[in-house]
């Protein structure tokens, strides 16, 4: 039971492009989002959230979109860098420190030169 | 200011062993959440300690079993080892009420021959 779905295994972008990354859950008790980025032989590394009250988040070339009624978040990466390579996780909570994070299967990002 | 350590970094073992896998949290942060990554899946739950307690188990057998001491460190214990288990294993710490993003270690990846 998939209850966050990142359905494109991997995107390849041109540098300097804008990369949107999807991200689709079925749960609407989740009321927190998050993105993850996870590089090879690392743990994942927390990059920006956002609370279902809101609708947006920025943090510098990272914004997250949350559209509560289609259960879908994306998340924009504007312009997109060769660092930015990697494998982004989305997952959500329900909003209590006492909760699991629940994660999708993942994005492989590829920005291409 | 240390992160998430995590010891050994690479196990491998035989089916029907047992295993025990460390975890040092960032310091200042006194929960550990332990996580399953199967290549090509996203990290699965497979619980969270504070207190010294576990608080949250997601869908994992019994033969995963866990501790949290007082100084926040962790251990992950699994038993009869099935070729299954195989995977990078990940522990997380985080602090505060409400959610909080999870820092990650950069994992153990254990090997069932």
């Known amino acids: 039971d998939q209850q966050v779905k990142q359905n494109s295994p991997s995107l390849s972008v041109q540098e300097g492009r804008i990369s949107i990354l999807n991200c689709d859950y079925t749960n609407s008790m989740f009321d927190y989002f998050l993105w993850y980025k996870k590089y090879p032989a690392e743990g994942p590394t927390f990059l920006i959230s956002?609370?279902?009250?809101?609708d947006k988040n920025e943090d510098g070339r990272f914004t997250v979109f949350l559209n509560k009624s289609a259960k879908h978040l994306s998340l924009h990466i504007v312009p997109s860098q060769p660092g930015d390579s990697a494998v982004y996780f989305c997952a959500a909570v329900r909003g209590s420190r006492d909760d699991k994070i629940i994660f999708g299967k993942g994005t492989r990002l590829h920005i291409l030169p | 200011d240390a992160g998430v350590t995590q010891s050994p970094t690479h196990l491998i073992k035989t089916r029907g062993q047992q295993v025990t896998l460390r975890c040092s949290p960032k310091s200042g942060h006194d929960t550990v959440s332990w996580y399953q990554q199967a290549l090509g899946q996203g990290p699965q739950f497979i619980f969270q300690y504070y207190e010294e307690e576990e608080r949250q188990r997601g869908n994992f057998p019994d033969r995963f079993s866990g501790h949290q001491f007082p100084n926040y460190s962790s251990e992950l214990n699994v038993n009869a080892l099935l070729l299954g288990d195989s995977a990078l294993y990940l522990c997380?710490?985080?602090?505060?009420?409400?959610?909080?993003?999870?820092?990650f270690g950069n994992g153990t990846r254990l090997t069932v021959t």
């Open positions: 997380a710490s985080s602090l505060g009420t409400g959610p909080s993003p999870l820092h």
């Open positions: 956002i609370s279902s009250i809101k």
